[in-house]
């Protein structure tokens, strides 16, 4: 159940991050917290060192959820690899947290003090999306 949404999520993150053109001049961003082009140049170059890091976690719960699915498909499947198999995919997403944490941390440390002190309004934006979608098409706002 949790490798269900668990792997999408963590192979959609490291297959961007392994994408320069996904995004290779992020303008608006750039001109919100007034980068300069050095600082965008290390943020990508963090994010292709985080997914050359979160890689081989994406590949082991890959195979993990390959077994587990195995394993359930059987007649009776067998309740302790089960747990086992989701001990490990737990394991794993801890492991992926920790190292994606800290490479948040590496790439906030490379801002400004001015312009850390915008990145909330962006992290409310991100949580307030899906409302903002939800209220737009239901006629209450206009897109952008």
Known sequence: MISRFLLPLLTGAVL???DPSANPQPPDLKAFL??????IQGLAQLQQQ???????LVQQSAQIQQKL?????APN????AV????IALSTLSQQFQQIAGSFQQQAANSLQPDQKTKLPPLQLALELHPAALQAVSLGLLNAP
């Open 77 to 80: 499947p067998d309740p302790a």
């Open 50 to 56: 985080k997914a050359q890091a979160l890689t081989p």
């Open 16 to 18: 961007f991050a392994q």
């Open 69 to 73: 699915q195995q394993i359930l498909a």
């Open 83 to 86: 747990g086992q198999l989701i």
């Open 34 to 39: 007034n980068l300069s082009d050095p600082q």
